[in-house]
Structure formats: C-alpha cells, structure tokens
C-alpha cells in the first residue's frame, strides 16, 4: 500500500504530541492518515514500553485501521507492534478487567449486547405498566372508539419502552443512578413523561444488578469509576497508552469523551478525528456533536482538516457545499443556523496531480423528481434503478430511503422486477446487512443440525443452505440432495466397522459424489465431536470450517461472543434455542450490528442496487444515488410544525423528545420551561440533524444523484425538503447546466 499523502494528510501525520482537533470531510481519507500518523508515532515518537492507542467506532473499522497499520509498518520494515486498536466499548472492559474491583465489580461481571440484554428493557417497561396500569393508561383521551383506543395503547406501549430507553442510557452518561436521578428530580416539578422513564430505568438498573449484568454504558462507566478511584493506576495505563488517536468524534458520548480525557489527562497526546457534518445519531442516541464542536473550539486545542475529497464529482461537491452554506447562511431558524452544519470545511476536489481524482463532470448527474404519490415514487425509482444496473452491471447503485419502513416499500417492488429476469439485482440491507444475515444463516443451520443430528431432513436443509451460499463450490447438485433426504445420517457421518451402506442399495453415486458426501460427512464428523462444546465456542469451531473472509470470521466472532452473553444470562438455553436466534437474525426479525453496513464489512456490488436508509449508509459511495422520500415531513424546517415521535393520541406531544430535553436542562441547573418550549428545542436538534442527514445521502454519490419526493404523502399535499426547494431555486446558477428538474 502507498504510503503517499496529500499535502493536509501529511500536516496530520507530523504530529508529535498535544490536543489536536482534525475535522475530516467525506472521502478526504482519514483512516488512510490515521493509519499514517500512527505508525510516524510508533516509528519516531514513541516512549519505551509504550503503545499508540487507537480507538474507533465499530469493530469492522477495528479490523480496516489496524490492517492498514500493519501494511504501513511492513513498508518501513518495521515490526507488528506499538499499537492496539478498540472500540470504545472493548478499551473499556479491558481496563476493566485488569481492576474490577475499583468499578466496585467482580471478577465474573457479565456484559449484555443485542441478543442477551433485547428482553431487560421491555420487560422494565412492562412491568412498570402492570404496576401503574391505571395511571399509566389515564394519558390516552376518553373519546375515542375501540379502534382508535386499540392503535393508541400499542402505540403509548412502544413509546413507552422508547421512552425507558432514552432516559436510561442519557442518565447513564451523566453519570446519574436511579437514586441520583430521583434526588435530582425532587428539586423541582418535573413532567409525568420524565417520571415514567426515570421509573422505567430504576426497574431496568435492578434487572441487570440482579444477574449481575452490565450494559454498554454501564460498561464505559465502570471503567472511569476504575480510573477515578486510583490515580496510579489511571497515570499507569496513561503511559501505557502515550498516544491516543480517536476516529468518529463527532459520535463521542459524554462518558466517550470523559474515559479518553482521563487516559490523556497527564501526556495530554489525544488526536480527534470526526466531521461535524456527519453526525447523525444525536437525537436517538447519547451522542452529542457539540462535544466535538466544543472541544474544537478550545484554546489549547491545534485544530487542522482534511477538506480534499477524491470520492464524488465537482456538481455533486457543489451541491454538498450548497447545503452546508445555505443551513449556515441562510436557514429561516437562527439556531439551526449555529447547530447543523459547519463552514469551517468545506468539500474540496483533488488537485490535478492527485493519484486519486475526482470522477469525471462530463459524466456527473444530478436530477430531481417529484412523483404523483410514494406508489409512483417508488414503483418508477426502482424500476430506473433495474434498469440502471443491467445497461452498467460494472457500476454500483444504492437507493437510499430516510425510514426502514420506506426502504420496504421499494424492495417489494424490486422483488417483482427481479423474478422477470431472473437474476440477483438488489440486496436488501434495510435491517441486517447482508454478510451478517449469510454468517448467522449458515451458523444458525449448522447448529441446527447439531442439535438433531439423526434426522436426514435436517441434513438436507444445511446442505442447501451452505449451496444457496456458496460456501462449497461444488454443493449444488439437485442429486446430492435427493441423497441426503434418504440417506442413514448415522451411517453416513460414523460409519460402522461392518461398512454398513448409509444409502438404499438402488442409489449409485459417481465418484465425484461420493467424494462430495465423504467430504460432507468429515465436516459433521468434526462439528459433532464438537458438540459437547458450548454453543458459543461450537459456533467458532464451525465457523473456521465454513469462512474464509476476515469479515465473516468477524461476524462469527461477534456472534460467538454475544451467544455466550446470552447463554450466561438464561443457562438453560438449548443448542436449538442458539440456533433459532441466529435464524432470527438471519431472516431480519433480529437487529444485529445494524447501525451502519461499514461494521458488517459491507461493499456494494457491481450490478445489484444495494437498498438501505441514509442512516446506514454513511461511510459508503456508489456511482448512482437515489435519495428518496427527500421531502418537508422527513427533512423539516419550521419547529412550530408536526414532527415524527409527536403523538395524535397525546394532541401532538413527544414524550421521548420531552424527557430527554427536561432531563439535559435539569442536570445543567437550568430553569424550568414549559412543555411547548421544551418540544421546540427537541424539533430544532432534529431539523438540524437532518440536515446532516441529507448531506451525508449527497455525499454517498460518486457520478450520478437522483433526489425524489412524492407529491402526495399521507392523504396531504407534500413539496421537496426546503432546503434543495432554495437550492432548486437558483440550481442553475449554483450547479451551472449539470442539474436536470423534472417535476
């Protein structure tokens, strides 16, 4: 790999020490000059018996920075070594592990993820409705039909686990226990819906404390209570760590930035690396852009950027740089205008001599549509996207949806296209990304067949399953499998000393078959002996057998080790009940490492429309875009108007948005607002993160962009989002004649 860099990369790797802020925007190659700067520290800079810390956002990013790292080092002959690479949540509990006794934990401390935790928050919202059912159901209006009353107690109990939820995990990284947060409560009237989630968290906290669980935040702040309660031992783990370089800041939580702020707190080495203009997860998770932005902004803190972007042709930068200087300029809400998005770095194409150059204007499109109704929308989109992809089966494509349940719609029709002709055109990464899905199908029917080893028809559904895969090249034989619906599974896997046939003496198999089934039976021969194993660990076993991909042995990775945290939580588990929660995962009824593709390892392929949300898709490009659903409801701009959370049944109310905000004043020492002005702050935090939003939908496109809308939407006329309404306006003049309208 090429250790060139551009003349910003080369800026950042210089670095030697200090608090430096890098603001990097999309494609500008930031893990290419993490990597970079890294391996400079270790080779130049770094003290005897000392390590670079790494810390990133996902476990694929894990595995994509420390390869880098290590090829850099082989270019300079340098040995494998000075580095280590986190995720935040794995530094934490190995600083915890090394003490837990100064987080107040033992030794066998446990820590719930996706499958073994999924049951603790909605069994505390449940049980916090049975207990309070009277009160809790007094919030739904009297007047309505049975009908209405029906929708409306599903609705207020989903809003109600959402709402256990957001408190939970915003309490947690202000560091407030249940106790905490009901002192802090008594010091003034707080609203109904903040009362409800505090209560929601204290059953949850009692919960986990009664299996002696953690859950990721609680993770992350056991490890600072360690650091916090020993000195030595927080200055020891300091110098260990003499370097800390910090990818996605603009995702950083509070307890994220507090743990790297006190490795660093003595060296006072910690490198930031994020884009502003990227954050899109501060209203459904505890992050917050503005730490970033803050700590940017800080007069101790050198702050550089990396603005050069090889990824998207000029039109598409343009219309980039449009938004931003239109959210910043522009936007009719003055404080939309401070928190959305960020002039300070500006997108900027290579320069003539870059070896990475920008696709080329000629070829670059950007159009905007505006249909009949989301049935047009969505019919006409993914039939010019089929299209797209047969006439350039060498291209990449993705529609891209702002909601799973839009992205849904689009693959419903994409599935009638496919069956005409008859081949893959689209992958459906709405949910679980598609390598996620394959991994845990393929697990899932192998343990499966573990579990009922005697019956062929068990067989017969592995062999199948591993054939649809591709996992063997040559399990595809429609005869193999009539075999094995037949075959004497105890015969065929453990032969006899006598040879007795494990198939009826009228079936005749070629040589090549037969050694196909021996082959086949030496596998199960080896899973079976594993067997006595626990899930967790027959599972890896497996997965050495049947995965060649690093991704993929990541992913069997990940599910080993979340099915031994579920295991520990319910020890009665069954191999068959192992088998069901990988099948769920695999049919995507299960949500797993879903935040973003990048962390399943995702890589669009050429000739099939990858369909996913803008949300999922940050990190990636394809040659052509489609944007759809980009319209007034889902990229709104007036915080007087109606928003997504706000319920009818609740005369417009948000009791999640209400709470989080209430709960954020309420441990600044700020002074009580009314209901309205606390809904107006929650509505302008998310018409600016939508904003970000729809940057990173411009930014995913290489060559081509198409933006849509539908003009009807829910029984009501519906326009373009009104930021690209202002730039539609003056395209011409912005985007010179590279902008088609079509509406």
Same mark, same amino acid.
């Not at 107690?153 to 959402?162: A, H, S």
């Not at 040589?511 to 002996?529: N, P």
């Not at 898709?617 to 659903?629: F, M, N, P, S, T």
């Not at 088609?740 to 509406?743: E, G, K, R, T």
């Given at each position: ?6 003349p ?11 608090l430096?802020a890098?603001?990097?925007v ?10 970079a700067?890294?391996v ?20 694929s ?36 592990r090394?003490?837990?006794? #100064? ?6 401390y ?6 073994s ?21 007094? $919030? ?35 560091k ?16 109904d ?5 505090a ?9 986990l ?58 060296h /006072? ?14 209203? $459904?998770?505890?992050?917050?852009v ?9 007069p101790?803190?050198?702050?550089l950027?990396?603005?050069v972007?090889?990824r ?5 930068i ?10 910043v300029h ?7 205008r401070e ?8 997108i ?27 049935e ?10 089929a299209?797209y ?15 799973n ?24 990464q ?74 009826p003496?009228s079936?005749?198999?070629s ?19 594993a ?6 660990q027959?599972?890896?076993?497996i ?9 993929e042995?990541?992913i ?6 979340s099915l ?22 695999a ?9 973003s ?6 890589e669009?392929?050429p ?9 999922k898709?940050?990190? #990636? ?9 980009v319209?007034?409801?889902? $990229?709104?701009?007036?915080?007087? /108007? ?19 905000k ?5 441990h ?9 002005? #606390? ?27 198409i933006?849509?809308?539908?003009q ?27 902008l088609?309208?079509?509406?």
């Open positions: 790999m090429s250790l060139s860099l551009r910003e990369q080369a800026e950042i790797a210089r670095y030697r020490g200090g430096l890098v603001s990097a999309p494609g500008s190659g930031k893990t290419h000059t993490l990597a700067l890294a400079n520290l270790i080779a130049e800079a770094l003290p005897p018996e000392s390590e670079v810390l790494v810390v990133t956002f996902t476990n990013a894990v595995d994509n920075i420390r390869a880098r790292i290590r090829r850099f080092l082989k270019a300079r002959n340098l040995p494998d070594g000075g580095y280590r690479v986190f995720t935040l949540h794995s530094l934490a509990n190995a600083i915890l090394e003490r837990p006794d #100064l987080a107040g934990l033992t030794d066998d446990r820590v719930d993820d996706e499958i935790g999924r049951q603790a928050m909605p069994d505390a919202a449940k049980g916090y409705i049975v207990e309070n059912h009277a009160y809790w159901q007094s $919030f739904l209006p009297t007047n309505l039909d049975d009908r209405q009353r029906q929708k409306a107690l599903e609705g207020w109990q989903e809003t109600t686990e959402r709402l256990g939820y957001e408190i939970t995990r915003l309490a947690k990284n202000l407030l226990t249940p106790a905490d947060l009901k002192a802090l409560m008594a010091k003034q009237p707080v609203s819906f903040l009362r409800i989630g209560a929601i968290y204290e059953r949850y906290d009692r919960i404390n009664a299996g002696g669980r953690l859950d990721f935040d609680d993770l992350i702040w056991g490890a600072i209570r360690a650091l916090c309660n020993d000195d030595a031992f927080r200055r020891r783990l300091g110098e260990r760590w003499s370097f800390i370089l910090e990818d996605e800041a603009q995702d950083s939580t509070p307890l994220q930035e507090e743990i790297l702020a006190l490795l660093s707190r003595d /006072g080495n910690w490198v930031r690396v994020g884009d502003p203009n990227q954050a899109i997860m501060t209203t $459904f998770t505890a992050s917050d503005r730490l970033f932005r803050t700590f940017r902004r800080r101790d803190v050198h702050s950027s990396l603005t972007s090889g998207s042709a000029l039109p598409i343009q219309l980039a740089n449009a938004l931003v200087l239109w959210a522009e936007h009719p809400e003055p404080r939309v928190e959305a998005l960020s002039a300070e770095a500006l900027r194409p290579t320069a003539p001599d870059d070896p990475q150059q920008n696709p080329p204007t000629s070829q670059a499109k950007i159009w905007v549509h505006g249909f009949r109704d989301v047009d929308e969505v019919s006409k989109i993914a039939q010019t996207a299209r992809v047969q006439r350039y089966p060498e291209r990449t494509c993705a529609i891209l949806a702002p909601t349940q839009y992205g849904q719609e689009v693959v419903a029709k994409l599935i009638e296209l496919q069956a005409q002709v008859n081949r893959p055109i689209f992958q459906d709405l949910r679980n990304a598609q390598p996620v899905r394959d991994v845990a199908r393929a697990l899932g029917a192998a343990l499966a067949f573990c579990a009922q080893p005697t019956q062929a028809q068990q067989l017969a559904k592995l062999y199948e399953t591993l054939a649809e895969l591709g996992l063997f090249a040559r399990l595809r034989d429609k005869h193999t499998l009539a075999v094995l619906r037949s075959v004497e599974t105890e015969r065929l896997i453990f032969p006899s000393p006598l040879r007795e046939p494990a198939l003496s079936v005749r198999l040589e090549e078959q037969q050694a196909e089934l021996d082959r086949v039976a030496s596998l199960l021969r080896h899973w079976l002996r067997s006595v194993l626990p899930a967790d027959l599972v890896l076993v997965a050495q057998d049947l995965l060649r991909k690093e991704n042995l990541a069997a990775h990940s599910l080993s080790v031994r945290r579920y295991q520990s939580v319910r020890p009665r588990a069954s191999l068959e009940d192992a088998a069901e929660l990988l099948t769920e995962i049919r995507n009824r299960q949500r797993y490492l879903s935040n593709l990048i962390e399943a390892g995702f669009p392929i000739g099939q429309i990858t369909v996913t949300t803008m949300h898709a940050k990190g #990636l490009e394809w040659d052509r875009v489609y944007l759809i659903g319209d007034e409801i889902e $990229f709104p701009q007036d915080p007087e /108007g109606s928003f997504r959370g706000q319920q009818w049944y609740f005369g417009g109310h948000d009791p999640c948005a209400e709470a989080r209430e709960l954020e004043r309420l600044r020492g700020a002074k009580p607002i009314s209901a309205d002005e #606390l809904v107006r702050e929650a509505n302008i935090e998310y018409i600016a993160e939508r904003l970000r939003l729809l940057y990173v939908g411009i930014t995913r496109a290489r060559l081509e962009l933006i849509s809308y539908a009807q939407r829910n029984q009501r006329a519906n326009q373009l989002a009104p930021a690209l309404q202002a730039l539609r306006d003056r395209a011409q003049h912005q985007l010179g004649d590279r088609a309208v079509a509406v």
